[in-house]
């Protein structure tokens, strides 16, 4: 469709549709939103991609949800009986089952589950939705966060005591995208990419695609999914034996120097060598004085002077009592662990060729500064918790973290947070389903996993949910078991679902609230990344038209909840005005400006690197927030856990490798990407979208595909130990042979292009999701084998 002759009010504003949040104008005449476009004066504005272009179709889309509606049927019942029921009558309905269960059980056996803020516009009323559920003291919330972008955020910080921040784009020399495509995801990311490879910088892809940026990169590694944990140790191997890392940086930065004793596997403490030492006091070698020298991790430095702290070989310490440990620094544990993973065995495990890994370490260490950025394609995994350390530890070796060029964290304007964990007591914290299990992973946050949330509905462990609401997360697709979910849902006392439209999961709800989209609401935005002056905007975006039918915004419905629930108070008296205010109050900004300025504004704030050198409090450098104030490369906090506190690699749960006695059933790779029209689960009822993407595709290679008599756009089955999929072929020759990449999401039909929905699940689904084994998880995170899987594709029925 084309903008041009459009004559009516242009309205500024950005799109809430992805995490790309793109500045865009919206085009109203009559009333009626007819175009968006770009807005290349905001700081993510410069392009806008098919989706938020096709919103007029997504904002008057015939299957919208208009009214509030209540079932009159049994769940199981395909005829729900919805009748029409007014505002009053559904949040009333909802506020007394809520308010019964919490009575009655406790607010932990009411759950909510919450769709994505990085691929849906509930990015507009997420904070307010975290501020119900944590002032009703619910524990449990499930939003897929160990899918998306927990590792990126809080793997990461298992090392440097921080999320990943965002690629210096401007300064980079060397840019890694590791299971990230931003041509698909992330717009305005996409740009500053394309803006630093034509600017010089260095590019490495590591994806099974050669999709997005890896059709540009200078070395593009193909690696089988799953096994990005041995490419990053094998990549480390080869920097640590050519003596490609920044010595000073891990000598003086990370726990490096710290010993770990032979014996035990334990870091060396003080009192192990004296009865007189202090029992978290650490053990370094001074090299230089020949002696043991301790290290306080609370003041984050070393008692006594050191004059070279030893990182790599044997050491032997003695004991006042006469006897000796024998030890090695952690910075040689992690080295003897790269050591196991030469670039021979690497190419073995991953499908990437040796030679190809020798020349990828070298670019990352003659290219610096590097910068790196990771997302899902290294989110779900099985082992992805490993992987991201192992990740971590690599990057750690470039000495880049948080330098120009590297990988920084914007300064952004300081704002308060609406919903934050500490409105949820510590008493509720710990009752968060699978915190028990998985003690550092998302339920820490109070974020569970839907597995979790399946066995507690089903079997009480470890204890009964009762109730559940809904803010748009489609169960029934966006996670794996569509089986076991349709089961636990039915089993629930109630069941409640705010959204745009008649999901799967919506579908099986009591009652039903229409959401209002992002174009007929409000939406305030601190930041907008991916650079320094990304994150120096904000905007309050205002609606551009009169919300359709009945539908409100999230934000309205949670105040209105919290009203009667009692807390009414605590969500300031329903004014989503005194909201705003209270978060901009540290930033200064006001509402009134933004109110006055609706393209938005820019924030001083100054840019700032290396923070970890800056004076703490104590008047020494600040450090890393980790627990011994330096990277770990040594991480005792998953060691005190049970898990290996050096990222050794760990076969998918399910590969070739590791199931033999599945892989001459499903000899191939099963893996899953996304595509630029559909952000999840939705739009695929949008004509202008479905258009050009009108059936689910599975890509084999050529021969995989030959060797199964199956040719492009044939019909196939895809099968897992788990169940199957429909889709149609589409021939990749870019892929490794072994590997089947298949489109999620799929249930929607498009009427006015005449093309079908799927089920959610049962023989005819197109569910990718349905595919998987919810049971098989990270043990650390939780996270499941969504992006490697073994399956088998035969031909299938059109």
Not at 105 to 131: H, K, L, M, Q
Not at 578 to 603: C, I, K, Y
Not at 606 to 621: I, L, Q, V
Not at 652 to 673: I, K, N
Request: some cysteine; hydrophobic content about 40%; glycine content about 10%.
């Amino acid at each position: 469709m084309t903008t041009e002759g459009i004559t009516g009010e242009r309205i500024a504003g950005f799109c809430a549709l992805c995490r790309s949040r793109c500045g865009c104008v919206s085009v109203v005449e009559d009333g009626r939103l007819v175009a968006v476009e770009p807005d290349p004066s905001h700081p993510t504005g410069q392009h806008l991609c098919v989706k938020g272009r096709a919103a007029p179709e997504l904002v008057y889309a015939p299957d919208r949800l208009l009214h509030p509606m209540r079932r009159t049927r049994p769940r199981n019942d395909p005829n729900a009986g919805w009748v029409r029921i007014t505002w009053d009558e559904a949040l009333d309905w909802t506020a007394e089952r809520m308010r019964a269960i919490a009575d009655r059980e406790g607010p932990e056996a009411v759950a909510f589950t919450v769709t994505t803020p990085a691929g849906t516009a509930i990015s507009d009323g997420f904070p307010w939705i975290n501020r119900l559920i944590r002032a009703f003291g619910s524990p449990n919330m499930v939003w897929g966060e160990e899918l998306c972008a927990w590792h990126r955020d809080y793997a990461t910080a298992l090392t440097f005591g921080a999320d990943i921040g965002t690629p210096d784009f401007e300064r980079t020399g060397c840019l890694v995208l590791w299971g990230h495509n931003p041509s698909s995801t992330y717009l305005a990311q996409a740009t500053a990419v394309t803006e630093a490879a034509t600017r010089g910088t260095a590019l490495i892809v590591v994806d099974p695609r050669r999709a997005g940026p890896a059709a540009r990169a200078d070395q593009w590694l193909r690696v089988r999914p799953g096994t990005d944990g041995a490419l990053a140790l094998g990549l480390a191997s080869v920097m640590i034996a050519e003596g490609w890392y920044d010595r000073d940086f891990v000598r003086d930065w990370t726990n490096g120097p710290l010993l770990v004793r032979d014996d035990t596997g334990a870091l060396l403490t003080a009192a192990d060598l004296s009865p007189d030492g202090r029992p978290g006091d650490y053990v370094a070698w001074d090299r230089g004085a020949a002696r043991p020298v301790a290290y306080d991790p609370v003041a984050g430095r070393f008692v006594e002077r050191v004059v070279e702290p030893a990182l790599t070989g044997p050491v032997t310490c003695p004991t006042r009592g006469g006897g000796a440990i024998a030890c090695v620094p952690a910075f040689e544990a992690y080295a003897a662990l790269c050591r196991r993973y030469p670039p021979a065995r690497v190419e073995r495990l991953t499908g990437v060729p040796a030679a190809q890994i020798a020349l990828t370490a070298r670019l990352l260490w003659e290219r610096r500064p590097v910068a790196y950025f990771h997302w899902t394609g290294l989110e779900q995994h099985t082992n992805a918790t490993q992987t991201v350390r192992a990740l971590s530890l690599l990057y750690a070796l470039t000495g880049c973290w948080d330098a120009p060029g590297g990988n920084v964290r914007p300064a952004r304007p300081v704002i308060n947070d609406l919903g934050p964990l500490s409105l949820l007591s510590d008493k509720q914290r710990a009752k968060a389903i699978g915190l028990a299990e998985r003690p550092l992973g998302p339920a820490r946050q109070g974020w569970v996993t839907a597995g979790d949330l399946y066995r507690a509905i089903l079997h009480g462990t470890p204890y009964p949910v009762r109730g559940v609401v809904g803010f748009g997360a489609n169960m029934l697709l966006s996670q794996p078991g569509a089986t076991v979910a349709r089961a636990a849902v039915d089993r629930l006392d109630f069941l409640v679902y705010a959204d745009l439209f008649l999901t799967p999961t919506a579908a099986m709800a009591d009652v039903v609230l229409p959401v209002s989209s992002a174009w007929e609401r409000e939406g305030l935005r601190v930041g907008f990344g991916p650079t320094q002056a990304g994150e120096s905007f904000a905007q309050l975006r205002g609606p551009v038209i009169a919300p359709l039918g009945e539908a409100r915004s999230d934000t309205w419905i949670v105040c209105e909840l919290a009203r009667r629930l009692g807390l009414g108070k605590t969500f300031f008296d329903g004014s989503e005005d005194a909201g705003h205010r209270f978060a901009l109050e540290p930033s200064g900004v006001t509402l009134e400006q933004l109110r006055a300025h609706p393209g938005g504004v820019r924030v001083p704030v100054e840019a700032r690197f290396k923070r970890y050198t800056a004076p703490g409090p104590d008047g020494r450098s600040a450090g890393f927030a980790t627990p011994s104030r330096r990277v770990e490369i040594f991480s005792a906090q998953l060691a005190r856990h049970g898990q290996s506190p050096l990222p050794d690699y760990v076969e998918p749960a399910a590969s070739p490798v590791s199931r033999p006695d599945l892989a001459a059933r499903f000899p191939l790779r099963l893996t899953s990407a996304k595509v630029v029209q559909f952000c999840h689960s939705q739009q695929r009822n949008l004509p202008r979208l479905r258009r050009h993407s009108p059936d689910p595709q599975a890509e084999m290679h050529p021969e995989a595909a030959k060797a199964r008599g199956i040719a492009a756009d044939d019909w196939v089955v895809v099968e897992t130990p788990h169940g199957t999929m429909r889709a149609r072929a589409s021939l990749n020759s870019s892929l490794d042979p072994e590997v089947v990449c298949a489109q999620f999401g799929w249930w929607q039909a498009c009427p006015p292009l005449g093309l079908p929905g799927y089920a959610s699940d049962g023989p005819g689904s197109a569910n990718y999701n349905a595919l998987i084994d919810p049971e098989a998880a990270d043990p650390i995170s939780g996270t499941v084998a969504l992006r490697s899987y073994l399956c088998e594709v035969r031909r299938g029925d059109p």
